[in-house]
């Protein structure tokens, strides 16, 4: 009786590309970016420690377990219409002269000086 029919090299290294992101956390979404979660494991795995790829592997399962549009809708965001009038910041938030380096005067100097 024989054994199990023994795989190629070859055909394994096919099979692994071929799943290589099949599964449901790997999959890209159109139009979105790929980013990967930020992890703090180290890329050479520790002793005792839960290696990098697993621990991006939990961070992409709770990222999607969770409902962004119900999160924002508890915090009274809603995305789905555009912004109003009321939403928009004052101007004179921007006009602080604390940190201006140099003067009006000074930066039309300065621009007529490097025409």
């Excluded at 190629?8 to 992101?21: M, Q, W, Y």
């Excluded at 290696?51 to 962004?68: C, G, H, M, N």
Aim: net charge negative.
């Amino acid at each position: 009786m024989r054994g199990p029919k023994a795989m190629s090299l070859s055909k394994k290294t096919a099979t692994v590309k071929k799943r290589f992101g099949e599964g449901y956390y790997s999959k890209g979404i159109e139009g979105v970016a790929n980013v990967e979660p930020k992890v703090t494991e180290p890329f050479e795995p520790i002793p005792g420690r839960v290696p990098r790829k697993v621990a991006l592997d939990r961070k992409r399962k709770e990222f999607a377990s969770i409902a962004i549009e119900e999160e924002l809708a508890k915090l009274d965001i809603d995305f789905n219409q555009p912004p109003g009038p009321e939403n928009w910041l004052e101007l004179e938030l921007f006009d602080d002269k604390t940190f201006d380096d140099y003067t009006p005067v000074e930066w039309l100097e300065k621009a007529t000086l490097e025409d």
